[in-house]
């Protein structure tokens, strides 16, 4: 690979994940690839999910929408996030489905004279986004009045790993109770609940379509659960140089790691911006050829170095960031953050090759 720093996504771990997926659920799956696709990239990872077959996407914005639609994408584009009054043209242009997520939005789309297909979103207990229980009859109202008519319903569990809590069993309940009402008015109208978690767990919230988006990745959205998945990411670079410290010498800025002893250590050009995150300075590791190796001194902007120890390695070795050595679990646990969060922050421009 001629590259210092690369992706490789792998899609028969793709088509094996939403094949998983689908045995799961007979709902259809609509790929959830925002944020540029989990890291994933937006384009490069929506082409593989289109041909392997998923129902349809979700992006964030419009923006992510016009993307996907430009590249050639036919099926449904549900737009998650918030859509605004300057962007119902593009919306409808682009048959990009918005989300409605409050009666100033509402007050928006119907003073428009661009009116794009939507599904209403429902907050059933996240304080998120979405119209509460008691604003439902006046919506169902104003939507009848304007004649406006919603294709879809959704919400979104702010709990999902304790599918048996009360919180969430509630959530249900109103949403339940909330698609009954719109149901009288809009008897077609579809309505989706479901994400990751819910779809592996075949637990009935799958409704009339299923929004997954780390299982496809092949990540299991709680640590340890037992799913049968596989990583469509792996991250890697490439050693630049070799070098042996003297006993008492320093490495990276602020002098955080002085070697104890003569050290081999090698640079790495690799560094926060491409998305290792800076908290990984002198406790994260990377893996050359399967053997565990520490990152020592602060992580630059570019470049990291690590502790060679006896491991023979020499310019253009590769270095395995993620792998099958180290999950995006693994990094995650380290930085006390989720796996989402790791992915989301690796740099969209890192070229990516797909196996
Ligand atoms: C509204 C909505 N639906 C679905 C998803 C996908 O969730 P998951 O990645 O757990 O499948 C997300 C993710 O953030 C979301 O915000």
Known sequence: MNYKV??????????????????????????????????HGLIDFSRLADKAGVDGFCVDSGFEGVKLRSDGVKKP??????????????????????????????????????????????????????????ELDQLIKKLIKSNLTPIGVYSHLADAKNLKSNFTLKQKKTFDESLEKLKQKFPSINSHLGSSITTLSKKGFNYDLVRVGTALYGVTPVEKYKANLKPVLSLYSVISDVKTLEKGEFVGY?????????TRIAIVPVGYWHGVNRDLSN????????????????????????????????????????????????????????PVEFLTRINPLIYKNVK
């Not at 792998?10 to 540029?36: G, Y």
Request: aromatic share 6%; net charge positive; no cysteine.
């Open 254 to 262: 602020s002098l955080t790691y002085k070697a104890k002893a003569k």
């Open 283 to 338: 406790k994260g590791r990377v893996y050359i050829q399967n053997k565990r190796i520490d990152i020592i001194g602060i992580i630059s902007m570019d470049l990291l170095t690590i502790n060679l120890k006896n491991i023979k390695a020499k310019r253009n070795t590769r270095v395995e960031i993620i792998g099958k050595n180290q999950s995006v679990w693994d990094l995650a646990k380290k930085l006390n953050t989720s």
């Open 77 to 134: 584009i549900l737009v998650l996030g918030p859509t605004f009054s300057h962007h119902l043209e593009l919306a409808t242009k682009n048959k990009l489905i918005i989300t409605l997520t409050s009666h100033p939005a509402l007050t928006e789309l119907i003073r428009s004279k661009h009116k794009p297909e939507f599904h209403i979103k429902l907050d059933t207990g996240m304080n998120r986004q979405g119209f509460k229980p008691n």
């Open 6 to 39: 690369y992706i490789e996504l792998d899609k028969k771990a793709l088509t094996h994940n939403l094949a998983e997926i689908r045995r799961k659920t007979t709902a259809p799956v609509w790929a959830v690839v925002k944020s540029n696709a989990y890291g």
